[in-house]
Every structure is written in C-alpha cells, then in structure tokens.
C-alpha cells in the first residue's frame, strides 16, 4: 500500500472542509486520537474507520482502497 | 452496513477454496483468532484486515464494501 491511513485520512478530512475538532465531534472520537490516527501513531480498528467513515458520509472501503493508490 | 465482518471473511474464503488453517498459514495469524474473527467474536484491526486481504488476494477496501452489501 502505498499511502499510510494516516495520510489518506487527513486528506479525506479536509476534503469535507473539517478541522480535527469537527471530525472528532462527528465521530464521537477524542480529537487527540484523530491527530493520532493521522500521525500514524495509533493503528485504527475496523470500527474505529466505520465511525470515521460515516462522519466523512464516505463509503468504508473506499475510503481504505485509496491507500492502495485507487481513484 | 449489512453483514458481519465474520460472514464477509468467511465468504471471501471460501470463494478461495480456503480452510480456516490455510488462511491463518497465508495471513500469518492464528487459525484460532480466525475462528474468532469469523464468529465475531473478535474485531479486526486494519494491520490484520490487510494481512488477511494479501493472503486472500484481494483488496482491502473491496472486502470491507462487502459489508455494505456492494457487489
């Protein structure tokens, strides 16, 4: 995989025009974890990118096939 | 989403020709831990859907769209 989550998930963030604040209040997540996630220090679960992904209203694996480099 | 993570796994597998033993061989996990994955008894982090997904042969995020019941 090319792109690391944290990388594709910033992108996907600002992509919505959210600051980590908005995407952490979204998600029901800490905004300390979400700038975690994004420095690539903390590996999320599966449930974890499922709160993500709903609050960036993107699909799940869509979101995970751009870290293969996917359009 | 629809399914399981467990049922996609095992359907994924399957379709493979796949036993749990083999798969937990490819992926390098533990046949027990698939067991449990395929139950749902445990969730998956992203490190282990990948592994799985190398050993599967198919892309990560196409399996986990699985769930959202896309083709």
Redesign the interface.
Known sequence: ?KKS?GKILADARKEKGLSQEQLAFESNLHRTYISQLERDIK?????T??KICQALNI??????????G?P
Chains 1, 2 share one sequence.
């Open positions: 995989m989550f590996s999320p679960s599966l449930e990118i499922k699909k799940t694996g869509d979101l995970i096939n751009r870290m293969e996917e």
